[in-house]
């Protein structure tokens, strides 16, 4: 593995971290180029209005994303105790909340290139792909890693680092916190989500 390499995979958080000399993994690095490629191209694409790129954006997320597990995983402590009507309402708010996050963050790209800069092998089937998007109106490289986890019907994407920031797990310590501050009302971050409401809470 390349000393250009080493010091990015050393940034990952310790949830995720695994000896950087770990074996890569070229079929989840290729996953992740095509996936990453495709939706810079669905939201690149200057012929569909906006109707179509959600469609294309939303079809997508469901052929390269584990929804139902991230689903899960954003609840945290309060995926144990929700219940099924709570669930089911919960899903479709965060799918739309999700959705919006993850457009926005990449509406600005257009005629970029993803390359795969390398990877880490937590596990068998458990694998972090560290790419970057450059050209088009990029004056450098913008870094993304893709937490990606072997699935039945093939590689499915559970986590992103964009600018830095593990989005799942971002969304997990928010939406904890704001049903813990809600007295563990699981309705509160629903409406919020609903809303279009940031979900944040201040770190110390």
Same mark, same amino acid.
């Given at each position: 593995?390349? /000393?250009?390499? !080493?010091?990015?995979?050393?940034? !990952?958080?310790?949830?995720?971290?695994?000896?950087?000399?770990?074996a890569r993994d070229a079929s989840a690095e290729a996953f992740?180029? $095509?996936? $990453?490629?495709?939706?810079?191209? *669905?939201?690149?694409?200057?012929?569909?209005?906006?109707?179509? +790129?959600?469609?294309?954006?939303?079809?997508?997320?469901?052929?390269?994303?584990? *929804?139902?597990?991230?689903?899960?995983? *954003?609840?945290?402590?309060?995926?144990?105790?929700?219940?099924?009507?709570? +669930?089911?309402?919960? $899903?479709?708010?965060?799918?739309?909340?999700?959705? /919006?996050?993850?457009?926005?963050?990449?509406?600005?790209?257009?005629?970029?290139?993803?390359?795969?800069?390398?990877?880490?092998?937590r596990k068998p089937g458990d694998v972090i792909v560290a790419?970057?998007?450059?050209?088009?109106? !990029?004056?450098?490289?913008?870094? @993304?890693?893709? /937490?990606? !986890?072997?699935?039945?019907?093939?590689?499915?994407?559970?986590?992103?680092?964009?600018?830095?920031?593990?989005?799942?797990?971002?969304?997990?310590?928010?939406?904890?916190?704001?049903?813990?501050?809600?007295?563990?009302? @699981?309705?509160?971050?629903?409406? /919020?989500?609903?809303?279009?409401?940031? @979900?944040? *809470? +201040?770190?110390?």
């Amino acid at each position: 593995m390349s /000393r250009r390499i !080493l010091p990015w995979l050393f940034l !990952l958080p310790s949830a995720y971290a695994q000896p950087a000399l770990a074996a890569r993994d070229a079929s989840a690095e290729a996953f992740a180029r $095509a996936g $990453a490629s495709r939706l810079l191209g *669905v939201l690149g694409d200057k012929a569909a209005g906006p109707a179509q +790129k959600d469609a294309a954006f939303h079809k997508a997320i469901d052929e390269l994303a584990d *929804v139902p597990r991230v689903t899960h995983f *954003v609840l945290g402590k309060y995926a144990r105790t929700i219940t099924p009507d709570q +669930k089911r309402r919960f $899903a479709l708010a965060f799918r739309s909340y999700a959705e /919006r996050i993850y457009q926005g963050r990449l509406a600005d790209y257009g005629g970029e290139r993803v390359s795969v800069v390398g990877s880490v092998m937590r596990k068998p089937g458990d694998v972090i792909v560290a790419t970057e998007i450059s050209g088009g109106q !990029l004056d450098r490289p913008v870094p @993304v890693s893709w /937490r990606v !986890l072997q699935s039945p019907g093939g590689w499915r994407v559970v986590d992103v680092q964009f600018r830095g920031v593990w989005l799942a797990i971002t969304q997990q310590q928010d939406f904890v916190a704001t049903i813990d501050n809600a007295g563990g009302d @699981v309705e509160v971050l629903i409406n /919020r989500l609903r809303s279009d409401a940031p @979900v944040s *809470v +201040k770190r110390r």
